[in-house]
C-alpha cells in the first residue's frame, strides 16, 4: 500500500485544484451573463453640439431625448442629470461629483429637472425622457455642459466602486446648452509641422488647437500645400472635433503624396465661433527622395565620363591615324626622289 500512497496524493491534488478553479470561474460566468444582458443605448449621443440649443437667462424650455433597452430582458432604468468633463484625450466624458460640479462655471445639471426619473422598458423598446432646462436669470453667457445619465437599477449589484464592469452601465446624451449673451471667443494654433525631411510620402502634420472661449468650438479646418515657386498644389481637410473652453485638443493627419521635389510650404486655416474668426500657421517641410537623386546624378556623372573618354579616345585615334598618314606619304616622296 505504501508505493500508492503519492499515487493518491497526486490525484486528490489534481481533484482540489480542478474544484478550485471550476469554484472561482462560476461568478465570472454569472457576471458575463449579467452584464451581456444588461444594455441601455442613448439616442441621440449629443444635443446642441451644433450651437443650435441656445437659451437666454431666465428663460425655460424643454427637449426630449430617448432610452432604449437592447437586452433581452425586462428592465427598469433610472434618469437623471449629472455635470461632466472631458479628459485629456478630449474625447471622454466624465461625470462630475455634485460638489465639484457646483463650483463649475461651466455647470448645467443644476438647471435640469429629468421626467420620469425612472421607467420600466420591455427588451428593445425605447422610452422618452423629458428635460426642462430651467435657465437661472443671472447665468454666465457661454457654455453649459451635462450629461442625461440612463443606468439600469439592478438593485444591490450595483457597483458603486465604478469598475466599469457594466452591471452599473450608465450611458446618456451630452447636452450643450449656450446662454446667450457677450462670449469671448478666442483660440489658437500650436505647433503646427509636418515631417521635416522625407524622402518618400505620405507625409504625417499634427497641431494644438488651443479654445480660450466661453463656449465650445468646432473649427472647419483647411491645409494649402505650396510648392517651391508658391502654387497651390494641394488642400487637405482635417476632420474637425469639439475642442471644449480653455482645454487643447491635439489634431493630426497625413498629406498623401508620395513622390515631391523639394521644399514645400503648408498653411493651415482655421475659422470657429458665431463671428467667423480665423487664425493661420504656417510651416515648411522637406519631400525629396535624395537617395534616388544621387543615385541618377551619379548615373549621369557616369556617363559624361564615359563619354568624355570615348571622345579623347576618337581624337587621339584620329590624331595617330593622321600622324601615320603624314609619315608614310613622306616615305613615298623620299622613294620617289
Partial sequence: MIPTL??????????????????????????????????VTAIPPRLGEDNTLKVKPGEKTQIKVRARNSSNQVITIRSSAVDFIVEEDGTTPVP???????????????WLTVVPSQQTLQPNESGFVSVVIDVPADALPGGHYAMIVHQPNTGGLDDTAGTGSGINQRVGPL?????????????????????DFMEFGPVPFSFVIENESDVHIRPQMNIDI??????????IQPDTK??????SRSFSGEWDQIWGTGPYTAKLTMSFGDHGAVVIARTSFWLLPV??????IALLGILIIAGMSIRRHIIHRKTDQSARIQELETQV????G
Fill in 6 to 39: 503519492p499515487r493518491f496524493t497526486k490525484v486528490l491534488f489534481v481533484a482540489l485544484v480542478a474544484a478550485t478553479v471550476s469554484f472561482l470561474a462560476a461568478p465570472i460566468r454569472a457576471q458575463e451573463q449579467t452584464t451581456d444582458s444588461l444594455s
Fill in 96 to 110: 462630475l461629483e455634485t460638489q465639484v460640479a457646483n463650483s463649475n462655471r461651466w455647470s448645467l445639471a443644476s
Fill in 175 to 195: 447636452l450643450y446648452v449656450i446662454v446667450e449673451g457677450p462670449i469671448n471667443e478666442a483660440a489658437f494654433i500650436r505647433d503646427f509641422s509636418f515631417a
Fill in 226 to 235: 505650396y510648392n517651391l515657386f508658391g502654387k497651390k498644389i494641394a488642400t
Fill in 242 to 247: 469639439n475642442v471644449f473652453p480653455y482645454e
Fill in 291 to 296: 537617395k534616388l537623386v544621387i543615385a541618377i
Fill in 333 to 336: 616622296r623620299d622613294l620617289q
